[in-house]
């Protein structure tokens, strides 16, 4: 993606810069709709190298505060749990933000709503609520989270507008409930953050990312990255299926019967996409598609489950 130089080690993302063909990346379009100034901080030369653009972004901004924010709450993860899928960046953020030379406030908003950790696993490490997310607060970010992908955040999003139940995810269909506590936001101590996390603490002196994943494989029994690789070499070779309205409707009457019957009262696009069989490329239309045959299902920015278990 081209982009803009911040500082020698940083990169900007400006609103017209446009991703380098077969990549995609959603960056460009919030820069161009959100009033934040967005820095790409890279992972190639490990923790080492984020934490030495940190220090060169906050010389440069002189920021009077620094947040780290974690929606879901995975950030504070040992590293080993089962139930952990996407450890590598949340423990290079914290590794990082605990050795640059300025204070960093570790916030925590929607615990357990990435579903990587039961909040019952963490809640003890959860000190002051520091806000609580309401509509008006989403209300200020208009349409984005209409188009942009994270379930999380869209979830935190639903819940800020009064979204109760049970939500499924991911491609795995992960259930997550959907409660009062979920557009909470909680401080937590930066250090016994790093304390907990052990992968975190593994990967405090890497000075590449080839680095990082040996010890995720080594601390967590896998990388990420390599589930990415291969996941999008699979969809690769997969050939656009048509989406045809009709189509689309028996498979999601289908779909969301069985839900129904798991219990589920809410969706994402993203596992609504991969569970009607359709490419990530395809998210937005399908999207369009469901909004405009059946516009009352539309809880933004889930999808809302309305069958019936037979």
């Excluded at 960056?27 to 161009?32: E, F, G, K, S, T």
């Excluded at 045809?244 to 589920?264: I, K, Q, Y």
């Amino acid at each position: 993606m081209t982009s803009s130089e911040i500082i020698s080690a940083v990169r900007q993302v400006p609103a017209e810069a446009r991703p380098v063909a077969p990549a995609g990346s959603t960056l460009p379009r919030l820069a161009a709709e959100l009033p934040h100034t967005f820095a790409l901080l890279g992972p190639h030369h490990g923790v080492e190298g984020v934490t030495r653009q940190l220090e060169e972004l906050i010389s440069h901004l002189s920021p009077t505060s620094i947040d780290l924010l974690d929606v879901g709450g995975d950030i504070l993860a040992r590293g080993d749990e089962p139930t952990l899928k996407s450890p590598l960046a949340d423990a290079l953020a914290l590794a990082a933000c605990c050795q640059v030379n300025a204070p960093v406030r570790l916030l925590v908003a929607g615990a357990g709503l990435d579903g990587e950790l039961p909040p019952d696993d963490f809640r003890d490490m959860l000190g002051d609520l520091v806000h609580t997310f309401t509509a008006a607060d989403v209300n200020r970010l208009g349409t984005v989270l209409d188009w942009h992908p994270s379930e999380a955040t869209g979830m935190l999003a639903a819940t800020a507008r009064g979204s109760r139940g049970i939500c499924e995810i991911r491609d795995a269909g992960l259930p997550i409930h959907l409660t009062d506590e979920s557009p909470t936001v909680h401080a937590v101590d930066l250090d016994d953050a790093v304390s907990r996390n052990q992968f975190a603490r593994a990967i405090m002196t890497t000075e590449t990312l080839d680095e990082v994943e040996a010890h995720s494989r080594e601390v967590c029994g896998y990388s990420e990255i390599d589930y990415e690789r291969n996941k999008a070499a699979w969809l690769n070779d997969q050939p656009p299926a048509d989406l045809n309205p009709d189509t689309v409707l028996a498979r999601l009457s289908a779909f969301e019967a069985e839900a129904t019957s798991r219990g589920v009262t809410h969706t994402t696009f993203r596992r609504l996409t991969e569970a009607l069989n359709y490419s990530g490329t395809q998210r937005e239309n399908l999207r369009r598609l469901l909004i405009s045959s059946r516009p009352e299902q539309y809880e933004a920015p889930l999808w809302r489950i309305t069958a019936k278990p037979e």
